[in-house]
């Protein structure tokens, strides 16, 4: 209500949640919530549904599935957040048009990230470990990619005489465009996404059908695994000159770890419904699989990335709503809101926009900082020292040889402490 949007504020102005006692702390984040959401969504436009989407909408086989591109996750707008549709923004759309170059190449960038971005020396995080960092990169490559940058006029940014950057200017790549952007001046510039918008694991299950195709084994739902690892044909299908080019061992035990999850619970399902096919088990395992991963990320990762008490305890009413996980167990999802019992059971709302990541969350969510340059690798027998290495040496060329020699559960157990 407004009445509550504005108490809430005055309250953050003057005093700030995180100084409030929890109570008022946690009214006046809904209060932030509902404001944000009711302000700062903004449709970018979605275009429309073939017939044939439609129509496939209307078949009840695609409740309980996820599709490859992302499209009928919601059947009533069946391309929403589906490969190829627009980011969002926070910002009204008309307040989006590009500053002139000039104005955004002043300042310098190059001499900004040299200022302000340098790492003189590295500054641990001591309330969190490597694994963390590894999460977040992780979800990301879920959530979002802009795809490959375009390769015609790319940003130029001029050097001082002691920048060691081997090429003069500096050439950055520009992002994508929408090629829909083009054809009327008067808009904003509008750019789309090369991953479904939504939580749906596609960084382990693909966006693609060869490549999600080769990642099954074809028996009991399984994804294949070849010496406790995803099988090295696998890396074949992924272009490391885009996106992918920045994986590295930490994103590769997490690849790891949830197709090894996904096949237990195809292990489970098979168990207990005997009957299933191969592709009820996958398609119920990747369900499953993607919304252990949103409870982790809710409940674990990011109650320890903001770790003040009202954060979280707001994480776990955010999932498991006032009335605690183990009652929601027993007596199931109270009520059709997100209060109660959480938003997992509580009544779809996309808040009066189509769901989308936005260009705004996309510029901030940068965590580079929390990776050291340096790492050590120990037993989790025995806790002597394995070896230790350099980031360089963990990266996209070297990161199944490094878990091959160190092992999942060492490397898992070493950067955990």
Avoid at 208 to 226: Q, Y
Avoid at 325 to 333: I, T
Avoid at 334 to 344: H, K, R, W
Wanted: with cysteine.
């Amino acid at each position: 209500s407004r009445a509550l949007m504005a108490l809430t504020d005055r309250l953050d102005r003057r005093f700030g949640w995180d100084r409030l006692p929890r109570p008022l702390g946690l009214l006046t984040l809904i209060g932030v919530r509902d404001r944000l959401r009711q302000r700062n969504l903004c449709d970018t436009g979605l275009p429309a549904a073939s017939p044939e989407l439609i129509e496939k909408a209307a078949d009840p086989t695609y409740r309980s599935r996820r599709s490859l591109d992302g499209t009928l996750n919601d059947l009533e707008s069946p391309l929403m957040g589906s490969v190829g549709t627009r980011f969002g923004r926070n910002v009204p759309v008309d307040e989006t048009f590009r500053e002139p170059p000039g104005a955004l190449l002043d300042p310098n960038p190059r001499m900004i990230s040299r200022e302000l971005l340098t790492r003189e020396r590295f500054l641990p995080a001591t309330t969190l470990n490597v694994l963390a960092a590894a999460w977040i990169q992780f979800e990301v490559h879920d959530w979002f990619s802009h795809g490959k940058n375009e390769e015609k006029n790319p940003w130029e940014l001029a050097l001082a005489e002691d920048d060691d950057w081997p090429e003069r200017p500096m050439a950055i790549p520009r992002t994508r465009r929408d090629p829909t952007s083009d054809q009327d001046p008067r808009t904003p510039d509008t750019f789309v996404t090369d991953d479904s918008h939504w939580w749906d694991g596609s960084q382990v299950y693909g966006s693609d059908e060869r490549f999600a195709a080769a990642a099954r084994s074809g028996e009991d739902g399984k994804l294949r695994i070849e010496d406790g690892l995803p099988p090295r044909d696998l890396e074949a299908l992924v272009d490391l000159s885009g996106v992918a080019g920045n994986f590295w061992v930490g994103l590769a035990l997490l690849h790891t770890l949830f197709a090894l999850e996904h096949n237990a619970i195809c292990d489970r399902l098979r168990r207990e419904f005997p009957g299933w096919s191969d592709d009820r088990l996958y398609n119920t395992a990747r369900l499953i699989n993607a919304a252990l991963m949103a409870k982790i990320h809710t409940t674990e990762w990011t109650p320890a990335i903001i770790a003040h008490p009202t954060t979280r305890y707001a994480m776990r009413v955010t999932w498991s709503g006032i009335a605690g996980e183990r009652l929601g167990r027993r007596v199931g999802h109270l009520g059709s809101g997100d209060l109660v019992s959480g938003i997992p059971g509580s009544k779809t709302d996309h808040h009066g926009v189509p769901y989308s990541l936005t260009e705004e969350f996309v510029a901030v969510y940068r965590m580079h900082p929390l990776l050291p340059d340096e790492f050590s690798f120990r037993s989790v027998a025995a806790d002597e020292l394995l070896e230790e290495r350099t980031f360089p040496e963990l990266g996209a060329l070297h990161a199944r040889e490094r878990v091959e020699e160190i092992g999942v559960a060492n490397a898992l157990y070493s950067f955990g402490i």
